[in-house]
């Protein structure tokens, strides 16, 4: 693939009140490209495998920064950098399902910069269509990874359609397990949606990850206080520790008492193209105290369903394990 | 590839611009070329590098290394794998590392950059992480390592003194073909002793 030192000509926005962004997105439609971070975007414009007419850079917005509390528990501006979600201590201190999640998130200075509603808003990483192949996803007429010879370890288990690609990011899947909203701003106002209803998979649309519609900004992420400080399990297997995605990702919020586990939300990421909740095992495990046997025989049900590829079998027992996991660390 | 025009947006394009019957790929360009509205970025900017403002001509969409290195002649900062993946081109912005391979230069206006040409003293005395570098041969082929001085350098600004596993993650976003790992690791532990 050919890759180039400069991105092709385009315009750049750089507004520095929201008002001004959302009107410039809606007056743009889709000849402009949302920019936060960037760690996304980039590698796109480089390849030529997407292009753009005009960035809109949101960078310049304070008011889409930091993380502030509100009544019913916190509430994230999109433009917050993974760093600062990782290291605040109102996440961390009634979060920290977040912050861990934050924390694992590529590298360093990927996280110095990534912001939080980039990386919820981020493309699939499927390589065909990374390359700029004419799959499904790109509008195209065919899915190059669920061949008889596609790679597709990193591929979905469940939820394809047409494309087979799993959602990336880390932070999805913990902040569906907080019951977490997004606050969604447009042309005709502001619209809040659950974090489970945000994340859309290739059967609802096929072209984005997200239910954002064309011209619409992110610009914040709230977190209601009802599993602030309860128990958590974060896990995100990967072939590296640094930069890579996950193969599987498991985000666990559960509140104890004593032994038993009352209430939980079991969220399971990078095995669908949207965060999986495992509502089964949800069921399972409420109102129970759990020991060894009976979380693994409850978590060997945690892939059923699963519609494997042919490289990506693996990711079932990865899930069972992660499940099995998250109960025993009660 | 251009993904504006895919093979789906291609025929709802056909369909909607039929009355008019303009080509299909020509109507994408002339509807883009004709609408663009006015009001983008100028290019004649300052950015402070290393201390000293500095008037630059940018492309709204030029990366900091572009800058630095083509513009500015700072060609302390590498350009290797220009996405992010390598941290060859590792700077330091307001303090805080990053792959200027992946910051617009037109983000950084009223920020402080330091490159690793920034780093020493008015009076040439090396850094602490460079000497320390130095002493402990950190470095193999060479190539990595002025990414690998200013991640250690930003790391000692945030956490003078590290433990060797933080001193791991600080580091982490950072290749080395060589595998010098821990050589580096010797050089951040010995550049905290003396900077204490």
Same mark, same amino acid.
């Given at each position: 693939?050919?890759?180039?030192? %400069?991105?092709?000509?385009?315009?750049?926005?750089?507004?520095?009140?929201?008002?001004?962004?959302?009107?410039?997105?809606?007056?743009?439609?889709?000849?402009?490209?949302?920019?936060?971070?960037?760690?996304?975007?980039?590698?796109?414009?480089?390849?030529?495998?997407?292009?753009?007419?005009?960035?809109?850079?949101? &960078?310049?917005?304070?008011?889409?920064?930091?993380?502030?509390?509100?009544?019913?528990?916190?509430?994230?501006?999109?433009?917050?950098?993974? =760093?600062?979600?990782?290291?605040?201590?109102?996440?961390?201190?009634?979060?920290?399902?977040?912050?861990?999640?934050?924390?694992?998130?590529?590298?360093?200075?990927?996280? &110095?910069? !990534?912001?939080?509603?980039?990386?919820?808003?981020?493309?699939? #990483?499927?390589?065909?269509?990374?390359? !700029?192949?004419?799959?499904?996803?790109? !509008?195209?007429?065919?899915?190059?990874?669920?061949?008889?010879?596609?790679?597709?370890?990193?591929?979905?288990?469940?939820?394809?359609?047409?494309?087979?690609? %799993?959602?990336?990011?880390?932070?999805?899947?913990?902040?569906?397990?907080?019951?977490?909203?997004?606050?969604?701003?447009?042309?005709?106002?502001?619209?809040?949606?659950?974090?489970?209803?945000?994340?859309?998979?290739?059967?609802?649309?096929?072209?984005?990850?997200?239910?954002?519609?064309?011209?619409?900004?992110?610009?914040?992420?709230?977190?209601?206080?009802?599993?602030?400080?309860?128990?958590?399990?974060?896990?995100?297997?990967?072939?590296?520790?640094?930069?890579?995605?996950?193969?599987?990702?498991?985000?666990?919020?559960?509140? %104890?008492?004593? &032994?038993?586990?009352?209430?939980? #939300?079991?969220?399971?990421?990078?095995?669908?193209?949207?965060?999986? +909740?495992?509502?089964?095992?949800?069921?399972?495990?409420?109102? +129970?105290?759990?020991? !060894?046997?009976?979380?693994?025989?409850?978590?060997?049900?945690?892939?059923?369903?699963?519609?494997?590829?042919?490289?990506?079998?693996?990711?079932? $027992?990865?899930?069972?394990?992660?499940?099995?996991?998250? @109960?025993?660390?009660? | 590839?251009?993904?504006?025009?895919?093979?789906?947006?291609?025929?709802?394009?056909?369909?909607?611009?039929?009355?008019?019957?303009?080509?299909?790929?020509?109507?994408?360009?002339?509807?883009?070329?004709?609408? #663009? $509205?006015?009001?983008?970025?100028? +290019?004649?900017?300052?950015?402070?590098?290393?201390?000293?403002?500095?008037?630059?001509?940018?492309?709204?969409?030029?990366?900091?290394?572009? =800058?630095?290195?083509?513009?500015?002649?700072? =060609?302390?900062?590498?350009?290797?794998?220009?996405?992010?993946?390598?941290?060859?081109?590792?700077?330091? @912005?307001?303090?805080?590392?990053?792959?200027?391979?992946?910051?617009?230069?037109?983000?950084?206006?009223?920020?402080?950059?330091?490159? %690793?040409?920034?780093?020493?003293?008015?009076?040439?005395?090396?850094?602490?992480?460079?000497?320390?570098?130095?002493?402990?041969?950190?470095?193999?082929?060479?190539?990595?390592?002025?990414?690998?001085?200013?991640?250690?350098?930003?790391?000692?600004?945030?956490?003078?003194? $590290?433990?060797?596993?933080?001193? +791991?993650?600080?580091?982490?976003?950072?290749?080395?073909?060589?595998?010098?790992?821990?050589?580096?690791?010797?050089?951040?532990?010995?550049?905290?002793?003396?900077?204490?």
């Amino acid at each position: 693939m050919s890759s180039h030192d %400069v991105m092709p000509d385009m315009d750049l926005y750089q507004p520095v009140q929201v008002e001004d962004a959302i009107s410039l997105a809606a007056r743009l439609g889709d000849r402009a490209w949302l920019l936060g971070g960037g760690q996304d975007t980039y590698g796109w414009l480089k390849d030529r495998a997407k292009t753009t007419e005009a960035l809109i850079d949101l &960078n310049g917005i304070e008011s889409l920064r930091g993380v502030r509390e509100t009544e019913d528990g916190i509430e994230i501006g999109a433009l917050t950098t993974l =760093t600062e979600i990782a290291t605040n201590p109102l996440i961390n201190e009634n979060y920290s399902l977040l912050s861990q999640a934050a924390g694992r998130v590529a590298s360093l200075q990927i996280r &110095n910069i !990534g912001t939080l509603g980039g990386n919820v808003s981020q493309d699939v #990483r499927c390589w065909y269509y990374r390359r !700029g192949l004419d799959c499904y996803r790109a !509008g195209g007429n065919l899915c190059y990874a669920d061949t008889p010879e596609g790679m597709n370890r990193e591929h979905a288990l469940f939820g394809a359609s047409r494309c087979v690609a %799993v959602n990336p990011s880390d932070t999805a899947p913990a902040l569906v397990a907080l019951e977490a909203s997004m606050v969604i701003n447009g042309d005709e106002g502001e619209r809040i949606l659950a974090a489970e209803d945000y994340f859309v998979g290739p059967a609802i649309d096929i072209e984005s990850t997200t239910a954002l519609r064309e011209g619409e900004i992110l610009t914040a992420v709230r977190i209601p206080s009802t599993w602030a400080n309860a128990t958590f399990y974060f896990e995100k297997v990967a072939d590296r520790n640094v930069w890579d995605f996950a193969l599987v990702s498991m985000a666990v919020a559960m509140k %104890v008492s004593g &032994n038993t586990i009352e209430d939980s #939300r079991f969220v399971c990421g990078a095995v669908e193209c949207k965060p999986r +909740r495992l509502l089964e095992i949800e069921a399972a495990v409420n109102g +129970r105290s759990h020991d !060894g046997a009976s979380a693994e025989s409850i978590a060997a049900t945690a892939s059923a369903g699963a519609r494997s590829l042919a490289h990506n079998q693996y990711k079932m $027992p990865l899930m069972n394990n992660l499940v099995k996991r998250a @109960i025993e660390s009660v | 590839m251009n993904p504006k025009i895919t093979r789906r947006r291609f025929i709802k394009g056909v369909i909607y611009s039929a009355a008019a019957a303009v080509p299909g790929a020509g109507y994408y360009v002339a509807t883009a070329a004709s609408s #663009r $509205p006015a009001g983008a970025v100028e +290019r004649l900017i300052s950015i402070n590098v290393n201390g000293r403002t500095r008037r630059v001509d940018v492309l709204p969409q030029e990366t900091l290394t572009h =800058t630095l290195r083509y513009r500015l002649n700072l =060609t302390g900062t590498k350009l290797a794998c220009n996405r992010g993946e390598c941290g060859a081109c590792t700077v330091m @912005i307001n303090d805080v590392a990053n792959y200027s391979c992946s910051v617009l230069t037109q983000q950084v206006k009223g920020k402080q950059i330091t490159t %690793v040409e920034g780093l020493r003293a008015a009076d040439g005395t090396l850094h602490p992480v460079q000497q320390a570098f130095i002493e402990e041969l950190s470095p193999q082929c060479g190539f990595c390592t002025p990414g690998q001085v200013v991640s250690a350098a930003a790391l000692l600004i945030a956490n003078p003194n $590290p433990t060797r596993e933080e001193a +791991r993650q600080g580091l982490s976003g950072n290749l080395c073909r060589c595998g010098a790992y821990d050589h580096y690791l010797n050089g951040v532990m010995r550049a905290a002793e003396l900077i204490a």
